[in-house]
């Protein structure tokens, strides 16, 4: 659906253009898609070296429990997620997912415990219902804040410590999914080691004013490169990571999108805190018996990529699809085209091989481990 009105603007898009940036509409939203370098270009560059993303139409939320206890606001959020939010201690991240009441998908995010605050981070597209969501649910228990006034920007990539750590030496001593409150050119920054590229990296929200001069900054160190949606939309698919409006909507649940690692085992049958979460009869009856579809990896054995809704089959011969593709492309790492899709469960093993029509041919597939590419995640 064509947006409709004026695209909103993050408080880079100057800066994008005059650098370069070719500009699209996403989310509601004028972003870049790539620079004068090339999607090709700036995936391989964030491989190896560090790659800076503009994430500023993302949305920032703050929750505050009226009660003014961490442990109450925790408790709140978990009646809106099948995810332990009281277990993640001050200055941890965790992904979380929203989930409707027959076990949709509303939504993918990150939740951080700030000691007396989470902070969250949503979807662009998702972002107005989300904040909606949490009033309508929460707001008798917790203050809902939509954070405006910030920008957040993604460092990714093995150089990403080196760069960072030039301005805020700190952050070199964060793993993986550890967040502070960090000074970087004079101002209060909320710096998270994490990211949606399979990279070790960085997400920094800083206040909108010093968005450019910290983009500035960090590009004067030849390591890092401005980076486009193209190359975070490819880099993404190779670490097997869910787009949401793709992979995962309010149709699909977290079983079947094999998010299972995602909800840990006091939410689950027989947890300190099972259930009491939207869909919770149908996300437990899943984890306990598995779902009749699956997310899975799809590695097709050309050269040719195959897009999104290409449907897949069991045989060449077959009449009715039994699964589609849900991202696909090139993945420019491995040099070979990549996909993920919904297949029934029972065709969900590693090593089964598929056909994908691509413009009315049969092309053979195999499913595949997730991800493509090994992680680069700063572990400890």
């Known amino acids: 659906m064509a947006h409709l009105g004026p695209l909103l603007k993050t408080p880079l898009n100057a800066f994008h253009l005059q650098l370069g940036g070719k500009m699209v509409e996403f989310a509601g939203y004028e972003m870049p898609v790539q620079y004068p370098e090339g999607v090709m270009k700036e995936h391989l560059h964030t491989r190896s070296h560090a790659g800076l993303f503009d994430v500023s139409h993302m949305g920032q939320v703050r929750l505050y429990a009226r009660s003014g206890k961490i442990e109450d606001a925790a408790l709140a959020l978990e009646r809106l997620m099948p995810v332990d939010v009281v277990g993640v201690k001050p200055g941890r991240q965790r992904y979380g997912l929203f989930t409707n009441a027959t076990g949709g998908i509303l939504d993918d995010l990150m939740f951080v415990n700030r000691g007396d605050y989470f902070y969250i981070v949503v979807n662009a597209a998702c972002k107005a219902q989300d904040i909606a969501h949490l ?21 990714q990539g093995p150089k990403a410590e080196s760069a960072l750590s030039k301005l805020a030496p700190s952050v070199a001593a964060m793993a993986f999914m550890d967040v502070a409150e960090v000074q970087i050119l004079g101002v209060s920054c909320i710096v998270s080691r994490s990211g949606y590229t399979g990279e070790d990296g960085y997400e920094i929200s800083i206040p909108e004013a010093k968005a450019v001069e910290l983009a500035e900054t960090l590009l004067a160190n030849p390591d890092v490169h401005l980076i486009g949606l193209g190359a975070r ?75 999104v809704d290409a449907p897949l089959f069991a045989n060449e011969t077959l009449s009715q699809a039994i699964g589609r593709i849900s991202s696909g492309g090139f993945g420019p790492t491995i040099s070979a085209p990549v996909a993920m899709g919904y297949v029934p469960t029972d065709y969900a093993k590693t090593g089964t091989k598929l056909f994908a029509e691509v413009r009315g041919s049969r092309l053979p597939v195999k499913v595949t481990d997730l991800p493509f590419i090994t992680p680069g995640y700063k572990r400890s």
């Open 135 to 155: 009033r309508a649910h929460l707001e008798k228990d917790c203050e809902i804040e939509e954070w405006t006034g910030r920008a957040l920007l993604a460092l």
């Open 233 to 307: 939309d490819s880099l993404r698919l190779e670490a097997g990571l869910c787009l949401y409006g793709n992979d995962i909507d309010t149709t699909t649940t977290p079983v079947e999108a094999a998010l299972e690692w995602a909800m840990q085992k006091s939410r689950r049958l027989g947890g300190a805190r099972s259930g009491g979460f939207p869909g919770d009869a149908v996300i437990l009856d899943q984890l306990a018996k598995s779902a009749s579809r699956r997310r899975v990896g799809i590695a097709p054995e050309g050269r040719a990529p195959i897009r």
